[in-house]
């Protein structure tokens, strides 16, 4: 039996033991290392870390979109006709934009696999889409469930930043990159598929169920109505525009 001042010492794989005099529980090797608040200090370190990460990721994606939203600016961004360069034949172009499409995929997801400590990717490849299972962060803090969430919006926005940065400001490999990243980013942010838009309102909100509960209430019709109005405007401002500037190219 415990007495005042004892230690009950819990280490992984052992029975615990009780060492006499301290009056702490403690766990691992941080022996006497106690949260004020009567967590371990493994736990307070990792809170600490989970800040910290959360903070870099922040400033990293602030900084990241203040450079993006200034090269859109200064070059009038027109998005689809920013596809294709001149003189290059169409086949390389194709390829490089899927090249773009695909590595920034795969990027982004790494965020969610890495932040959000998951390996339940699925997805298609010739789409360049795929999915992370990020169900089991609700029950983590708040920015951890921001790093695992934002982590892939961030690491795109990132990827177009650091192409602007070190390519030189006239070239059309730039615009064309920059035009396939963002229209990416855009497919994130419909309300109607899985897609990371869901993440940040659930998160924004602190209730992973929020979509559900809203697409099964009243408000459910006019959701999918949203939905459907983005994906037109999708096929209107970017697949339209890709085939025009396609012809203009090859004209």
């Known amino acids: 039996m415990l007495r005042s001042g004892d230690i009950l ?3 992984p794989g052992e029975s615990p033991r009780v060492l006499r005099g301290v009056g702490m529980v403690i766990t691992g090797n941080l ?9 371990s200090g493994s736990e307070a370190c990792r809170r600490i870390v989970e800040r910290v990460v959360a903070s870099v990721l922040g400033i990293l994606l602030v900084c990241s979109l203040g450079v993006l939203v200034s090269y859109l600016i ?17 086949f390389y172009q194709i390829i490089f934009v899927a090249f773009i499409a695909i590595v920034t995929s795969i990027l982004h997801e790494l965020g969610h696999i890495i932040f959000g400590k ?12 795929f ?6 962060i609700w029950v983590w803090s708040i920015p951890a469930r921001f790093a695992a969430i ?6 795109d926005v990132s990827c177009a930043a650091f192409l602007i940065v070190i390519l030189p400001d006239s070239s059309q490999w730039l615009s064309s990159a920059v035009s396939t990243i963002i229209f990416r980013i855009v497919w994130e942010f419909n309300l109607t598929r899985k897609t990371d838009l869901r993440w940040y ?3 924004l909100f602190d209730n992973p169920l929020l979509m559900i509960n809203i697409e099964k209430g009243k408000y459910g019709l006019l959701v999918r109505s949203l939905g459907i109005a983005y994906d037109i405007a999708l096929v209107i ?15």
């Open 9 to 11: 010492e819990v280490r």
């Open 31 to 39: 022996l006497g290392c106690v949260h004020p608040y009567g967590k």
């Open 74 to 90: 200064v070059h009038s961004f027109t998005f689809g006709f920013e596809w294709f360069i001149d003189d290059v034949p169409i």
């Open 118 to 129: 998951s390996f339940g990717v699925s997805g298609s490849v010739l789409w360049s889409t």
């Open 131 to 136: 999915r992370t299972n990020l169900n089991h």
């Open 150 to 155: 934002c982590s892939g919006l961030i690491i």
């Open 201 to 203: 309102l659930c998160l």
């Open 237 to 251: 401002l970017w697949p339209v525009l890709f085939v025009l500037s396609l012809i203009g190219v090859m004209i």
